[in-house]
């Protein structure tokens, strides 16, 4: 099937091409390059050994978001194209409402005018907000603390409504806990602009000297060693999570949300401890007071995706320190 791509050259997107193209898809990549590099696109060609065309378009652009489908019959479109940052969504909400709730209609519109109504979204695992207990369900109430969760919450809601105005719709709504790891050729990872936000970027930046200490944000959770609980996916096992939604989408109709993660929960200090010790490095750290909008523990119940995707991740806690450290090395 010829799959268009959204956001195709950043982190998740990219592993996600690789693993389309190896499961013999044509795949397409509408990309505007705002927090990623064209070079990704080449390094998916030299993993794969295969072709794939790259557009640099930019969802607000209607005419050229056309024109991409005029050229192209496409089956199906995973859509990871948007603004990510917490705290800049804070800062900027008109940006990142409009970037990522009109970029979303646009495409829905564009798609739908083409004939073309299967879509599998990004969404996370900030949906489940700050009160449902863990494991999260799929069931649960949803809700957001800031404009990023909530263009997430708000994506989620449109695609509900538009399977329902509309049966022949298929929308997959993956909800993702927290992606690491890279592509074990080290080739393609994560390479975040300015300092990171999340835990493993800043980690490995520490290990490489770029950075001189982590700060644990709290040691006073509810949790066994203090420190806040996530649950961490490698990114290649996300990637082939698509594949499992894309054939679920081909499939089934209707609007479906699924966690995408691993079922266990790592703290902070058992993820440095791994890091460390995984690759015989040093990663300095301090205790800091509570990240605010942060919550104790965060993971997945993951037996719908098992029963319904016949999915589940496979790479350990171990395999992603690994990778991540190895693209870190690769990039230097
Ligand atoms: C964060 C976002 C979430 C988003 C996800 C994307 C916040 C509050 N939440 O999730 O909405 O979907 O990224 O990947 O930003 N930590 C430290 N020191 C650091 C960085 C993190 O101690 O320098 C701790 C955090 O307190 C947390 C854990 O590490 O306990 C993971 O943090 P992070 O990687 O930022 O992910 P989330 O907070 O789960």
Known sequence: MKVLVTGGAGFIGSHTCVELL????????????????EEAVDKIREITGKDLRFYRV??????????????????????F???????????KPLEYYWNNIAGTLILLETMRAAGC????????????????????????????????GYTKVMIEQILQD?????????????????????????????SPNGIP????????????????ELKVYGDDYDTPDGTGVRDYIHVVDLAKGHLAALDYAVSYTGAEPFNLGT???????????????????????????????DIA?????TSKAERVLHWHAEKGITEMCQDSWKFIQHSR
């Open 81 to 91: 194209a948007g603004y990510k940052a917490v705290g800049e969504s804070v800062e």
């Open 197 to 212: 936000n999340n835990l493993l970027p800043y980690i490995a930046q520490v290990a490489d000297g770029v950075l001189p």
């Open 22 to 37: 190896n499961a013999g898809h044509e795949v397409v990549i509408v990309d505007n390059l705002s927090n990623s590099k």
């Open 117 to 148: 109504k299967k879509i599998v979204f990004s969404s996370s695992a900030t949906v489940y907000g700050m009160d449902n207990p863990v494991p999260f369900k799929e069931g649960y109430p949803i809700s957001a603390t800031n404009p990023y």
């Open 263 to 293: 079922g266990h929960g790592t703290s902070v200090l058992e993820m440095v401890q791994a890091f460390e010790k995984t690759n015989n490095v040093r990663v300095p750290y301090k205790i800091v007071s509570r990240r605010a909008g």
């Open 162 to 190: 538009l399977c329902h105005a509309d049966p022949s719709w298929s929308a997959v709504l993956l909800r993702y806990f927290n992606p690491i790891g890279a592509h074990e050729s080290g080739l393609i990872g994560e």
């Open 58 to 79: 930019d969802l607000l652009d209607r005419r050229e978001l056309e024109d991409v489908f005029a050229q192209n019959p496409v089956g199906a479109v995973i859509h």
């Open 297 to 301: 523990a965060a993971y997945a119940d």
